[in-house]
């Protein structure tokens, strides 16, 4: 559909109230046609819709040393497209530095869930284009940003993206610089590597690579000179919508926005052609064009899988033909291992999604679907709102771009959780054989042969624990969120302890898969946080971590245990769990339910099939 | 033409400013629409800049006193 047309037929519907249909239009429109003109429209289009959507509010701040104002209704149409609300805060012209240095900045007052520092060579080390020493301006930018960094450590737990410097287009010594062994180039990699090191001391400081992304979209047409020298803005105006796309790949992950599964279709997606139609040997898919475009894709896809997103397949097929390819077909780089779970049949897309999503245990806000066909992808989007729907291109050879250039599938950490996630559902399907031939339910918690690490959050733990509190939605009594600065800034708190919990069985070592969060308020000690991935849950491993805090807190001296059950949307399948564990309702509110547990008394125990070890103090 | 791009100029210009694109003609400029400041300035040129593939030089930027002139000059550069 053309672009006037789909606009006015958004108007049209914001106008008759029809929101959901607005919606999925204004999608389509962002991801088609995604720009500087088109930005106003969608940002006021979007703003319409705000109260119906589910978005998720994030503050940000932009740092800098150049013009940015207009990049921020891009960005904001970027974040409304991916189910995030932003305020952003841009900082004065060159005052980062004081901006970062005192702790009663406008930047801190803003109270920031993120901060952009975007600084360029040019503004923070005119010497490195003007062939100076070059050893001395690397220590000293290394210098101011090690402080900055600290500064903003010290002042602040939000999340820092940092932009690195990058390479001069001309060199000022020309070629010779090239034979130089101190030359230019060398000392901006230099202050880029210091940086990195500089980022590894600290939690949540990222760095965004702006010399990659300048040189991906071309040097030489990536500024607009005339644009630099009259208005201080570096990027060309068909330019400014890929810092925008830049920047929305660190803020999706840091707003919670992101796909645990991607549910891909087959024919024409992963291979050329109809593998019902064309048969094994008239498919394409192989290192030759046109078969490499769908190789690439693949490619794409395993690399999501391991950053521990997890692959599916959602396909109109005959199950055995689509078997067939995926098993035996030479070009197939995905293996049939590679996919968590499969629906191969005529059902339409939207009941697919929905099954695997459900069999997954996942929400479906956490699954993105990637179909070459723009009718599917348009029922997913009208039936499934909250399905992340990749938009493909018509040609593809942009397949496996597209991908790789969603914001939802970005991680700014990963978890050896995270790059096993595969392995551990394998194992799960094992465990619900096992289930189902156990004659009772304590033959089979028996035979899964369980061991719990209780342990207090050290430094290598941290980010997967807050990584937990971030994406943990059923079993979840509090559904607080937290950063890994928060975590970090809590485990230091007197009086609060935080606890993890590593589960292994016979199948599989499930990795750290729970948090308990409490905190010591005289004789009473409450739980702030308590979850379980859904990985674990319904196998006692929930009575397990309650037993052992109930133990600890007494041994501590504490007379009564409390917590509070505050119902989500989600976190349904926690509901019972103070009941179920002896603990009397205190008071109830629209809120949630305040819950008391009488240490002097009774406590639960933890379960005989479960064995626990609790680990020493921190570390 | 030049009333085509003049209507599309006020197309984009209404977008940025967050208005409706009927209130604003050829004699629209910064004095009468309050939105149009020196940063949506900015936004508008590099809009039009986008949606056509043109560049606007400095002393161009600030020859654009209303929404005919710069429609004037976006016809200059792409016919």
Sequence with gaps: MELSDLRHEIEELLAGGEWREASWRLQVLW??????????????????LRDQLKLASHRCAILRSFTVEPIVPILKACAFRWGIDLDIHVGEFNAYAQELLDGSSRLYAFHPDSVILAVRTHDLAPELEQGASYAEVVDRVTGQYAGWIRAFRGNSTASLIVHTLERPAITTQGVYDSQLMDNQANAIEQINRNLRKLAAEHRGIYFLDYDALVARHGREHWGDERKWLSVRLPVAAANLIYMAQEWMKFLAPLAGRQAKCVAVDLDNTLWGGVIGEDGMAGIQLGPEYPGAAYQAMQRALLDLSRRGILLAVSSKNNPQDAWEVLRDHPGMLLEPEDFTAMRTNWNDKAQSLREIAAELNIGLDAMAFVDDNPLERQQVREQLPEVMVVELPSDPLQYARSVRDCPVFERLTLSDEDRQRGTYYAAERERQALEQSAPTREDFYRSLAQEAEIAPVNALTLARVAQLTQKTNQFNLTTRRYTEQQIAELARRPGWRLLSIQVRDRYADNGLVGVAITCDRGAVCEIDTFLLSCRVIGRTIETALIASLAEEARARGARRLDGWFLPTKKNAPAKDFFAQHRFQLISESAEGQHWGLDLTSAEPRVPQWVRVFVAAEKV | MNGDILSEVCGVAADVFAIDALSL??????????????????????????KYGIQFAPEEMERMKDLGAIATLVRTKIT
């Design chain 1, 31 to 48: 991801d088609k046609h995604g720009s500087a003109p088109l930005a106003g429209f969608a940002v006021t289009a979007y703003s319409r």
């Design chain 2, 25 to 50: 003609t050829g004699a629209s400029s910064p004095e009468q629409i309050e939105a149009w400041d020196s940063v949506q300035h900015l936004s508008l040129v590099l809009a039009l800049e986008d």
